[in-house]
């Protein structure tokens, strides 16, 4: 399995409160991505990085940003946390923007 | 828009038979095929596929693409409990994976 871990790995908060994901690679791959996964709507990409302090959005990027001030890591922040994001959150590495690896995933509850 | 559909939706079988996954897609540029297994766990990679006709084969499972009829079909013989999983088909179109909502198989002992 490819080196990705996240954390933590089970959260439960209440709305309004900001939220910070943290995802780790060893595997020194340049592209990090994070998804969200919902039943009904399989997995959708939040934002992406292509490099340390290269990111981007994705197709679900309201109330969500992302940092990455090293290659091993790529932060995933809930601003002000909504019942809505309640969510599964997967992490994933690619080397070359094309296989992506994903991490365990962190199941999400805002209350 | 991209799109990419998978079917059927869910499916029930007894262990032993076997099953074909469908997958059709319309993307503004098609880069590659992929197809993952996810248990109750995050998404796995099984197969990428690039060309038209040739099959990639691992085990009971192997995958086919068409590129002229854009769709790809994930079989897997002989099946076991262990192959219950939710099956994920996406595809790279310029450098992004649009992914499927899943087929949810089950397989009964």
């Known amino acids: 399995d490819a080196g990705i871990t996240q954390s933590p790995r089970h959260k439960v908060t209440e709305t309004g409160t900001p939220v910070t994901l943290r995802c780790h690679q060893t595997?020194?791959?340049?592209?990090m991505y994070w998804y969200r996964q919902d039943p009904g709507h399989g997995l959708r990409l939040i934002h992406y990085?292509?490099?340390?302090?290269?990111?981007d959005k994705g197709e679900v990027s309201d109330g969500y940003s992302v940092s990455r001030s090293k290659t091993e890591d790529f932060l995933l922040t809930l601003e002000s946390a909504t019942s809505s994001q309640t969510s599964v959150y997967f992490c994933?590495?690619?080397?070359?923007?094309?296989?992506?690896?994903f991490g365990p995933g962190t199941r999400l509850l805002v209350l | 828009e991209d799109k990419v559909v998978q079917s059927p939706l869910s499916l029930v079988v007894h262990e032993g038979d076997t099953v074909t996954l469908n997958c059709s897609y319309e993307?503004?540029?098609?880069?590659?095929l992929l197809w993952y297994k996810q248990e109750k766990k995050a998404p796995t990679f099984l197969f990428m596929l690039?060309?038209s006709g040739i099959e990639k084969k691992s085990g009971r499972l192997s995958s086919i693409l068409d590129k002229k009829e854009l769709f790809s079909i994930l079989n897997i013989t002989a099946t076991q409990t262990g192959d219950s999983a939710i099956y994920l088909c996406a595809v790279n179109s310029n450098y992004q994976l649009i992914w499927g909502a899943g087929t949810k198989l089950i397989i009964k002992p």
């Open positions: 690039t060309s």
């Open positions: 994933a590495i690619s080397e070359a923007r094309e296989t992506q690896y």
């Open positions: 595997e020194n791959h340049r592209y």
């Open positions: 993307v503004t540029n098609f880069r590659s």
């Open positions: 990085s292509y490099g340390v302090k290269d990111t």
